[in-house]
């Protein structure tokens, strides 16, 4: 009996408690997903609006349960033998994109306040899908073993796929669906493969063990751990939309309803490169010497590709403007990629210039779908021509959409924006990285045509006002989309006024250390 006691006393209890707390943005986003699907089933026809604003009201309040961890020093999940392998870390770099997908979702709920009554989508299982993706995109950047990174990626990305194709009967969403649906697949059995190949070689799923057992790989398993870090990286790399892998981004954007293509381009992105630097910087340092070029070479392509596919769009195509977003995004990950790959040759404190980059991003490019989402309304066709004289019919929408994609260009009074790219672009000179510089300067001058193209449109008089066509008819904006309008838009002023509140996060560590 009394050794029975002594052994049970040097056991190590498996028993581990749940820090409630820290995990409350993810357990709040979830937990109202779940209710607004079981209400659903009670709730009548006539009531079915009260779910989004629950929708909404939950993410408010998933936001708020950030306040009291903005210490970023909280784990939850940790092994009993070796405390410093958690599988959930709220650090500051959890905190700062989990606001991001928070606040992100919190606007793409209030588009589609709307969108959902107009088109008659489903209204328990949109909110439902939404909050469910919403809520894997907030656990993704806590997840600090292979094991969580992926539930949470694939918790983030299958609801997105029914998003895409939540409109009954229309071809193009039901294939903008089934592309985006293939690619992810794809994109996940790499790197499930490359993770399987991780953990063969080095006998571990926890990232910060993984990082100590690859310095010292047996030379019979190194060629397994270079493979499975190659085939991880090109599985994420497919997430961010990176060149090659981009090819499902355009159909996408189009065949889903507007509110989901700005959700895909903000939260879809940040979830991929939440991903991306976390098994680079904290998992794969070891192999920095193959991520760190091989990154650099995606970025310059998928810049360049992206902006040369928005440089073509041409203004009377219908869905231009969609399309237009689509491979700006593309071309916006590019720059995204730069201060990861140079984090390979001068430390993960790079990774703060991506961080604030996103954080901008994510800001204006959201308001410049809210802009979308209401020339729609009047404009079905999502054409860049439509945009024509909106100054003289909203001159607030005009003077948003304008504002966001001046500060998309990095051109004053968009001083975020500018500010921004100095940010990335430094971090490439830092790393002695000078032609992903000049790849970077020529894409920024190559971005601006179309980006002024467009803002000039907004201010011109209509062609043939004679026209049927030439005549518009104003309709009262739906006030959710005025507030998603008006909330981005300051948020862009603000930033640009005060760009330290982004681009503080650019100096010093995000991660717990």
């Known amino acids: 009996m009394t050794a029975l006691t002594v052994l049970a006393a040097e056991t190590p209890s498996l028993v581990q408690s749940v820090d409630w707390l820290a995990i409350a943005p993810v357990v709040i986003t979830a937990a109202v997903g779940l209710l607004v699907l079981v209400a659903d089933l009670f709730v009548p026809e006539r009531g079915k609006p009260a779910l989004g604003w629950i929708s909404v009201a939950g993410l408010a309040a998933a936001t708020a349960s950030l306040l009291p961890l903005r210490a970023g020093d909280r784990t939850t999940f940790c092994l009993t033998g070796d405390p410093e392998a958690c599988s959930y870390v709220a650090d500051h770099f959890t905190l700062v994109i989990q606001f991001l997908v928070l606040v992100g979702a919190l606007v793409t709920a209030l588009l589609s306040v709307t969108a959902v009554r107009d088109t008659r989508m489903p209204a328990g299982e949109y909110w439902f899908l ?29 609801p997105a796929f029914a998003l895409v194709g939540m409109r009954r009967g229309d071809r193009l969403s039901s294939e903008a669906a089934l592309k985006f649906f293939l690619s992810s697949v794809t994109a996940t059995a790499v790197s499930l493969m490359g993770v399987s190949f991780v953990y063969a070689a080095t006998g571990s799923l926890h990232l910060t063990q993984v990082a100590d057992r690859l310095e010292d790989v047996p030379g019979q398993l190194d060629t397994l751990a270079m493979a499975g870090v190659a085939l991880t990286l090109v599985g994420f790399a497919f997430k961010t939309a990176a060149v090659p892998f981009h090819f499902w981004v355009p159909d996408t954007y189009v065949g889903a309803p507007l509110p989901i293509a700005g959700y895909l381009s903000v939260i879809g992105k940040a979830v991929g490169f939440t991903g991306l630097v976390l098994v680079t910087v904290i998992a794969f340092p070891a192999y920095s010497d193959i991520w760190g070029p091989a990154l650099a070479v995606l970025a310059a392509l998928t810049m360049t590709v992206g902006n040369v596919g928005a440089l073509r769009q041409s203004a009377d195509r219908p869905n231009s403007a969609v399309r237009l977003l689509a491979w700006s995004s593309v071309g916006q990950a590019g720059y995204l990629l730069v201060p990861i790959a140079a984090a390979a040759y001068s430390g993960r404190d790079q990774i703060g210039s991506t961080v604030a980059y996103a954080l901008m991003y994510a800001a204006v490019n959201l308001g410049a779908f809210a802009v979308a989402a209401l020339v729609a309304r009047t404009k079905p066709l999502h054409r860049i021509s439509d945009y024509r004289g909106l100054y003289a019919e909203r001159p607030l929408a005009a003077l948003s959409l304008a504002f966001f994609l001046l500060c998309l260009a990095g051109l004053p009074p968009g001083i975020i924006g500018l500010f921004a790219k100095v940010t990335v672009f430094r971090s490439a000179v830092d790393a002695g990285l000078g032609w992903l510089a000049v790849v970077m300067a020529v894409n920024v001058v190559i971005a601006l045509y179309y980006y002024l193209r467009w803002t000039a449109l907004l201010f011109r008089g209509p062609e043939g006002a004679e026209a049927p066509e030439g005549a518009r008819t104003r309709t009262k904006a739906p006030w959710p989309v005025t507030a998603a309008i008006i909330v981005t838009a300051i948020t862009a002023v603000v930033l640009s006024g005060a760009p330290q509140l982004v681009l503080r996060v650019a100096s010093g560590s995000l991660f717990a250390q």
């Open 130 to 158: 939404l909050l469910s993706s919403a809520a894997g995109a907030a656990l993704l950047p806590a997840s600090r073993d292979l094991a969580t990174l992926i539930v949470a990626l694939e918790v983030a990305s299958l």
